[in-house]
Every structure is written in C-alpha cells, then in structure tokens.
C-alpha cells in the first residue's frame, strides 16, 4: 500500500546556470532569470509504501513523517531565497528539478533513522505552479 | 489504457487498537483516538485497465461501474459510523488503510460479476482528507 | 478591506431535532438520521474588514487571528462527536447551519478580547462539502 | 524524472457509434448520444521523463512543449465540433478514450522533432470532467 | 444565513448575435463562433436567504431544492446544445451572461411553489470555467 | 450582473516596514521579513458590474480586460521581486494588503480607457496563497 501526504513551503529564486553566459540564460529561463527573483508556492507530496501493521492498521506514524519533512525540508526551504541561503544553489540553478533531487536526497538520508523498519520513500511529487508539477520515483 | 472515477462518500470512526493498551492508543493515534468519534468526507477513485473497443470507443461502461460502486462501497459506507455499522471494524481499528483494503477487497469480488470480459481493476486511490491519501494497486 | 483566512477540522454528528417524532426525523434528514452518525471535514473561512495599518501594511496580525480561531473554535469542534461532547447540541440538531451559528457566537465573544481596536469579524463560510457552504454576515 | 504540465481546451461532441443501430447508442451512451451534442472542459497533463541537464537543470525545456502541444493539439481540437471537424470522428465516437488516443499518437509523430535528444513522452492524462479521467502510458 | 449549494451540467454553444453581420460576431467572439459549436462544463451555485428553523436547525430542505433545481435547470441544459434546444437561444447568442439570466428566471418562476414561506433566492454563480464566473444577486 | 475572471502571477518579496525598528519586523511578519525573501504564486480575481449588452450578451469584452489586466498589473508584478523592483515598495512593506490596493489603484486608473461606457470595476480578490485572500470593494 502506498500513503501519500501532502506539504506546502513558499519560496523564491531565480533561474540562472552560472556557467553559460547571460545571453543564454535569457534564452533558456526567460523571464524566469530577472536577477531580484520571483517566487513560489511549492505543494510537495510523499509517498510511502509498506505493508499494513496488522495491530495498528496503519502503514507509518504520520507523525513521524511530519518530523522528519518538518526537519528536512521545510525548516531548510521554507520562506528562504533558494539561491541566497541554500549552498547547494550557490551554483546550481534551482529549478524545480534541481530542488526536487535535493529534497529526494535529504529524505533519503533522513529515512532509515526515522523508519528502520520500513515503510520505504515510494516517491516524491513537487507541484511548482498548479500547471507543473516534478516527480522522483524509487529506483526498482 | 487507464480510466478513472471518482466516488464520494462521508463516514464517523475513532481509530483504536483493541489488542493494545489505551495508553498506546493514545500514543499511536493522538486525537484520532477520541472515543466519541469524529469523521471525514471520503473520495474514492476507482481506476480500471483494459484495452479500447474499437465499435464503443469505450474501455468499460461507466454506469456500469457506478452500480458496482454504489453496491459495493457506497451503500455500506456513506453515512455510517465504521465502528459499530461494519463488522470488519468491530476488531481492527478503521484507519484509512483498513478500510482502503476493505473497499478493495469488495470491489474484487463483486468486479468479475460485472465486468466478466474485462476490464481489470487497476487501482483504488482513497483521500482521507485533501492532505492524506491511500493507494492499493493490483500485483503484477 | 477585507482579509480572509481558512481553516480545517473533522467532526462526526448525527442530525436529529429531539422535539419532534423518530418519522419526521427521518424524512426532514434522510440518512443523516443514522443513529450512529457520520462525518465531515469542515472547511471555515474567517473574513475580517478594516483598514490596512499604514505602518505594518496589515489589516490584522493573522497569528493573532490563529490563536482566536484555534482558541474558540477548533480545540473545541477538530475531532469530536458533535452531539455527544457539545452542549449546545444535546437538544438543538447539529446542523451546519447550527454550528455556524455556535461559530459565530463563539468568535464574536472572543473577538473584542484579541482585537479590541479592529478590524471587525465581517463574516464566515462553513464549508460541510465541497457541494454545500453556510455563511453568516455581520449585521449591517 | 518525470515532468508535467497541464493545458485546457473545451471542445463539443456527442457519443455515437456509426456501425451500430440507434437504439444501442441509446444504450451505451445515454444522453451524451444526444444528436445536437453536447461539450466539456478537457484538461490534458503531458509528462515527460528523462535525467536532469546538469547545466540547466532541467529536464526540458517547457517553451518547447508549449509549441508542440499548441500545434499538435489544441490548435486541433480548442473550441471545436469533435464529430464535425475532426476527420477521425466521422466514424469512430470522438469518446475520451478515442480522443486520448489520437492525441497520444499526434504528440508522438511530433515529439521526436521538437525532442530529438529526449526526453521521452512517459504518459498523458486527459481529464475529461473532475470525476472521469483517461490515462495513457508508454509501452515499457 | 445563506446557504449554498452546487450543481453540474455540460453543454455546448456557439457565440453569434443574430442581428449582427458575421465579420461583427467574429471580431466580438473570437474562436467562441466557430459554427461548429463548442461545449463548456458549467458550475452552478445557487444560494438561498433565510432564518434557520429552531426545530430542524435548517434554512431549507436540501432535497427540495434538488428537486427544484433538477427540473427547472439541469433537465433542461444538461447535455444539450444551448442554440439548437433552447428556444431562447435561437436569436440571442447563448454567452454565459444570458444562460445565467435564463438561470436564474426560471429559479424565480418555480421558487415560490417549492418554498412558499420562504427562503429567498439571494443569487446565483455560474462558472464558465474555472476563470470565468457569472453572478447574478437579488434585487435589494 | 457581476463577472469575474481569474489571472495568476508569481512574485518574491521580504515582508519589512522601513519605520520599524527590527525587533518590531521580526515580531510582526515572523520568518516572512527574512531578508533575503520569499515568495508566492499570486491568484487575481477581477470583477466587473453592469447591465448584459442585447445585441452581444456580454457584460464586457474579456479580451479587452486581458489587455488591461496585464499592461496595468502581470507585466509590473509577474516573475519580479517586489521590494526591489517596484517603487511604491521601496518604504512600504510589501504586503498583500499594499499589494492589492496597489493594483486596485492601478486597474482603476485605466479602467475608464478601456472600458468608457461601462461596467464599473466592483472588486478584486488577491488570493496569496490558498488559506489567505484579500478583496477590495467598490464605495457604494
């Protein structure tokens, strides 16, 4: 069975591949890469997937997932400038797929001491504007 | 090809494990385990996969569907307390993942009956609140 | 102007008016009746009207207005059986139109307390489903 | 990963199988076999997979899937008559199914053009209404 | 109190002013004329006014006014094309502004059979899309 | 009749009051006065009142509000950091409050070019995010 839970954090950035020229980071961003940033609203989904506790009923300790979200990703991304106050973007451009790999990661790392005994991160789904929306499934 | 439809359907539960202590519970569960209840708007979407026929231009007769659903899950769900209204619950605790089970187990029984020629059931994907959702697929 | 602010909380009732017989209970309510209840996820939605402070660039501190609504209205309702742990509905039906009504008295008591210079609480919506909303509007 | 992204068009049509009698239409089709026809709001999400550009960041770039689902599709089929005025649906019922295909296969004949170097096209979701959708997904 | 509640139906339409020259209708409704027609599915919302009963907790009977609303509207445009079946729309182009108005006249004429002693039709809202909406509110 | 037609746009901002001293910005704005910013996906609600024209029944030509709509407020705000780009920010916090009465002054200003004869503007909504909205209504 697959759980799927659902966070919000804003933030802002601005587009820019510090190793191509202006020229094309105008062409490839678009208004994207104005230099004062824009911002967004980002919808971030987990999913988790495991058997059933027979005793419980449930797949994982939501609550748990809330702490180990609440501490990798939200206090990290939540009303920040991605690419002022996230290292990891000092180069990188944030695009969503970037910051999507860096959530996967974190999660990640985070997932065994929080859930030692299962359920696995299934996937994750960044919903950067209603319209796109980024998605990292497990490898299989 | 994949076809989907949604389902809605309110229903009253407490969660709590009757195998275990009610100091866990409480732990377990957290206000979820109020004895008095408290209730969700469940929607369903029941998902079927199979191939298009080539006179109907259809995968499978949604009314059809609707008389299974209806049958299956909504007359026995809406409206009721999980509790005390569904047997299955009179010992396992009703959280989403129980009653996602339940509601897939039901539609497999009954599926064959109407749709003897196919299409397959494919997935169920029940949203507890629009935060939490539960998904079942079929093995492969 | 006006600011408007969402909430959630779950809850399970059953609708019957204890002064009239089982029969017109039943046919006023429909399955709403069930003896053993059901639920909803509610959705309210708090408006305040007033100027924007020329200051702060604010109409109201809406940590302020959390604190009010976590206070008045959801440690009270979030995950409760709405006829068995609420007062005011051991005789009166709970009804979405009954419980916006205890909403707005309940908000309107406290109001003066949090924000005795204004804004004014202009109104609320209370969402049952997605398909059925109840608002009640200040007298003006 | 996968990428999505979500375009609208509104289109009218009316559910009817040429090689079969009238009084099955009736049947199978209900009132959408209404002649003069009837209309919806489609929503079409395209996802593309493919890894992540190191320089851009992204795994395609957006501006060019606009162009190639305008041309290909909404140029098609935006405020039009499916039965009148899309040569495919002078036989076959212009149903959702039928219409995902046929936008599947004109997605596929452009995309290597606008993508010769990936991603590939992972899958298209045709919302018809907010209750019925219509998956397909490349062959694996 | 108000209370509202929402309803569904598809349609399709074309935009032309009979008493308009062509080039006219389409400088004015753009793809909206393509003599073909298209089609829309709408959202409408309609609100009542009213005291709240003290003995059922209700301002009206929720399965009335399905049953008003069902006759008076959706029976009538539910999978109908607006030129071609309703005969108010063989002059006057079936926009959203004038199907409201129909709305709402036919609500008026079989109101007061269904809710002799109140409550009263405070307004309606049909949404287009889900860009586009259409409000009409009684005359105070 | 009342219509009204949605816009979206994204912008970054950092919530501070100039006059303030800091301790006061970090008391009232929280971690949305962090100085490097953040950001949101703004919706836009415009609203226009007046009578439906008989030859067209139209309120307003829409196409003639988009072009307002984004030469007097998405080619200022959309994908721009809002402190550092638009000049009324540069002392006055950037809040949504600010924000919408700056567009309504905005739309107000060109509204009687674009639309002479009518409708009158009556509202905006400015959803900051999906809990909180902020409406400017016409003076009657």
Not at 75 to 91: K, V
């Amino acid at each position: 069975m697959r759980v799927s839970r659902r966070y919000r954090f804003c933030a802002s950035h601005r587009l820019r591949a510090a190793a191509l020229p202006e020229s094309d980071n105008a062409r490839i961003y678009g208004k994207c890469s104005n230099p004062h940033g824009h911002g967004h609203d980002y919808l971030l989904e987990v999913s988790a997937e495991g058997p059933v506790d027979c005793f419980t009923g449930r797949v994982l300790n939501l609550a748990s997932l809330d702490v180990l979200v609440r501490r990798a990703v939200l206090e990290t991304f939540d009303h920040r400038n991605l690419n002022l106050e996230i290292p990891e973007f000092s180069e990188a451009p944030p695009t969503s797929e970037n910051l999507a790999r860096l959530i996967w990661r974190r999660l990640v790392e985070d997932w065994g001491q929080v859930f030692p005994a299962g359920p696995r991160l299934a996937r994750i789904r960044l919903e950067e504007t209603r319209r796109n929306s980024f998605e990292i499934m497990e490898e299989e």
